[in-house]
T-cell receptor
Framework: NAGVTQTPKFQVLKTGQSMTLQCAQDMNHNSMYWYRQDPGMGLRLIYYSASEGTTDKGEVPNGYNVSRLNKREFSLRLESAAPSQTSVYFC?????????????FGQGTRLTVV | AQSVAQPEDQVNVAEGNPLTVKCTYSVSGNPYLFWYVQYPNRGLQFLLKYITGDNLVKGSYGFEAEFNKSQTSFHLKKPSALVSDSALYFCAVRDPWDGGYNKLIFGAGTRLAVHP
């Protein structure tokens, strides 16, 4: 049981380049999330998806797009990377039922934009 | 809008002493509340949650948390700290009445340092 799998683990981009961060979960969860973690800022929600076919903006959506490809997969795209997007990115998923409402996290993607 | 505040950037405690990591929240209704721990270069691990019922909830590694609705707080506690508890701790809140959006918001985190 892999849980939440993110790829890649590390990435260096040049300013203006694009890339997609991949996330997949095998827990049959409805909800999926993308966060960025910066020192002193905690985890800030970029986008989330309550269920397959829906996506919503979080606290810091500018410069990002997402796709909920199916129930398992939720990708995050940077169309034109900027140094301010240097961060550690985490994907998470959670069930909707009261008994499985806690979120499970991937191991993170450390992104550096130069 | 829902929000979470962790007022302390760092908490220092001696091994064997009790520890408290503070969290306050803002949600329009009755919240779902969570604590997570992050060790260096790792993802977040779930510790415990409050959904409903008993205000004192117990979780992994001997941690517990107390929900206080009047003070809108959900402080994390442990009776006797271990050096291995040193990590970054995050409080999170979800509004179960947000129309099914399941939006999950985190605080800025508190670094716990347990000294031998």
């Amino acid at each position: 049981n892999a849980g939440v799998t993110q790829t890649p683990k590390f990435q260096v981009l040049k300013t203006g380049q694009s890339m997609t961060l991949q996330c997949a979960q095998d827990m049959n969860h409805n909800s999926m999330y993308w966060y960025r973690q910066d020192p002193g800022m905690g985890l800030r929600l970029i986008y989330y998806s309550a269920s397959e076919g829906t996506t919503d903006k979080g606290e810091v959506p500018n410069g990002y797009n997402v796709s909920r490809l199916n129930k398992r997969e939720f990708s995050l795209r940077l169309e034109s990377a900027a140094p301010s997007q240097t961060s550690v990115y985490f994907c998470a998923s959670s069930g909707g039922h009261i008994m499985n409402t806690e979120a499970f996290f991937g191991q993170g993607t450390r992104l550096t934009v130069v | 809008a829902q929000s979470v505040a962790q007022p302390e950037d760092q908490v220092n405690v001696a091994e064997g002493n009790p520890l408290t990591v503070k969290c306050t929240y803002s949600v329009s209704g009755n919240p779902y509340l969570f604590w997570y721990v992050q060790y260096p270069n790792r993802g977040l691990q779930f510790l415990l949650k409050y959904i409903t019922g008993d205000n004192l909830v117990k979780g992994s590694y001997g941690f517990e948390a107390e929900f206080n609705k009047s003070q809108t707080s959900f402080h994390l506690k442990k009776p006797s700290a271990l050096v291995s508890d040193s990590a970054l701790y995050f409080c999170a809140v979800r509004d179960p009445w947000d129309g099914g959006y399941n939006k999950l918001i985190f605080g800025a985190g508190t670094r716990l340092a347990v000294h031998p």
